[in-house]
């Protein structure tokens, strides 16, 4: 940027704590905050367990509003918008008395999470940066912080309030709209903000078409419509990816404590101690992907994003394979390793090779179509479940997983650079 050349890096400092605290206080702290709610409402765990695939559904069957509302009425409206639907969804399940209250307040929590979350962050970023994968990696790793970080926040907050978890969540409420008000405020008018995107696309275009052939990074040198990328196979192979990684991602975090107490239990060790163990594996896991994001974002402008996903979706194979026969703890690790660095990885080499492929215009619309799968994905935990129940054991559902990672990981390998029509 040649004016203001600092205020691209204060966006991605307050998207980067948007993101923080939305995953912190939705996917990061609901599994903490549950147990005082269902003990002061009475719900059954299957009843309040619930709540996490609606949470999920509707953040994915949602991606496709932020697109149409930023087209409409900015970023800035939309920011404002999310940060009110979120808050509205923390505060229905403040005030939760019924299942319906708080199924209705976690719907409105995942709509919420697209409105101000990855898909208007990644489109204001991509329009401030030419370099982009570094700036994708410290915004996604904030993510990953967020996710580790939102136990720690919900154990705290709760613990001053004496388990006071309507409090906690009212406090979320006002965090969310304070917050999104804010990214709002500094994103500024859309004049400014399209005078930055029209900088950046001259930019890109010009060193892509300076670009030698066997440049190791490809970028396209023309921008591709939503139509012209629905008919190239390297779109779906993408969401084959997005898919694959939310799929394990939610699955790992749903069933791997109690596949892991069960296979302790089967060895002999207490159901204590192997669900203390598996519970620290959960966390090692979560900091793998924090590394794998500020990795790839180091290495996103230097090494094409496809060999990073391309080892993102080998490290989910090997992570699923390890998690099926868990038995020890090398085994432990690895797994572990394997789901951490491949979860962390895959979104951020997604974004930047959607990007690299389709150029910045249409990649609100080719984002938000890639996020969709994400209502799909939140069966994972169903279908395991069921697997368990007819087969006697989760590691069947794993390494059905491993194969269709495996599937995806083959179809990298294979792909190439979309050709212009």
């Not at 605290?21 to 719900?43: F, H, N, Q, R």
């Not at 001259?202 to 078409?209: G, H, K, N, P, T």
């Amino acid at each position: 940027m040649t004016q203001d050349r600092f205020r691209p890096w204060l966006l991605l400092a307050a998207f980067s704590l948007l993101l923080f605290l939305i995953t912190a206080s939705t996917y990061g702290s609901l599994g903490v905050v549950l147990p005082a709610m269902i003990g002061d409402l009475k719900w059954s765990f299957t009843e309040a367990f619930a709540g996490f695939a609606v949470l999920g559904v509707f953040t994915g069957a949602s991606s496709w509003l932020p697109a149409l509302l930023i087209r409409r009425i900015g970023v800035r409206g939309t920011l404002v918008s999310g940060g009110a639907v979120l808050a509205a969804g923390f505060l229905g399940m403040a005030n939760a008395e019924s299942l319906f209250s708080y199924y209705a307040g976690a719907a409105a929590c995942g709509v919420g999470f697209q409105m101000a979350a990855l898909i208007p962050g990644t489109h204001v970023l991509s329009s401030l940066f030419r370099q982009r994968a570094l700036p994708f990696g410290l915004y996604f790793t904030f993510g990953s912080l967020g996710g580790a970080a939102g136990p720690w926040m919900a154990l705290t907050l709760m613990g001053a309030s004496h388990d006071d978890w309507r409090l906690y969540w009212i406090v979320q409420a006002a965090l969310a709209a304070a917050v999104g008000l804010l990214c709002a405020l500094m994103v500024g008018g859309s004049r400014w903000l399209a005078a930055a995107a029209h900088e950046v696309d001259l930019e890109v275009e010009e060193a892509a078409r300076a670009a030698p052939a066997n440049a190791r990074v490809y970028r396209t040198a023309r921008e591709w419509t939503v139509a012209e990328a629905l008919r190239t196979p390297q779109f779906y192979i993408l969401v084959a990816a997005y898919f694959s990684h939310l799929l394990v991602g939610v699955t790992v975090a749903s069933v791997s404590v109690s596949h892991l107490t069960e296979l302790g239990v089967a060895a002999g060790v207490s159901a204590v101690t192997a669900g203390a163990l598996a519970a620290k594996m959960l966390s090692l896991e979560s900091l793998m992907q924090t590394l794998a994001r500020l990795g790839g974002g180091a290495l996103g402008d230097r090494v094409d994003p496809r060999w990073l996903l391309a080892f993102a979706q080998g490290m989910l194979v090997v992570g699923l394979l390890a998690l099926g026969r868990a038995t020890t703890p090398p085994l432990m690790v690895l797994y572990a390793i394997g789901t951490g660095v491949g979860f962390g990885l895959t979104v951020l080499a997604v974004t930047v090779l959607l990007l690299n492929y389709y150029g910045r215009r249409s990649n609100l619309e080719l984002f938000s179509l890639t996020c969709l799968v994400g209502a799909v994905s939140a069966g994972g935990p169903f279908v395991a479940g069921a697997m368990r129940d007819r087969l006697g054991s989760f590691s069947p559902t794993f390494q059905l997983f491993a194969a269709v990672a495996a599937v995806v990981f083959v179809a990298v390998l294979a792909m190439r650079p979309p050709k212009a029509p």
